[in-house]
């Protein structure tokens, strides 16, 4: 059985801050695609008439979903 290494504090200090800023990103990519769909979904509401624009939006807003399941 191999040893574990044991990282310094200074090592595990930047390996936290490496998380947490990915973790914020991502937070803030999730915010977007979330605003995006409400703006989506807005929209649609309001101009259900035109088939190509509905279509159009139904796919986006389709796409914007399984971007925020796997950013989530």
């Not at 191999?2 to 991502?26: C, H, M, P, W």
């Not at 139904?58 to 914007?64: D, I, K, N, P, S």
């Amino acid at each position: 059985m191999k040893n574990a290494t044991r990282y310094s504090d200074s090592e595990l200090q930047e390996f936290r801050e490496l998380v947490q800023g990915r973790i914020e990103k991502t937070e803030k990519e999730f915010q977007s695609l979330k605003d995006q769909i409400a703006e989506l979904e807005e929209s649609m509401g309001d101009d259900r008439s035109d088939m190509m624009d509905s279509t159009n939006s139904h796919t986006e807003g389709e796409m914007l979903f399984r971007m925020a399941g796997r950013t989530q």
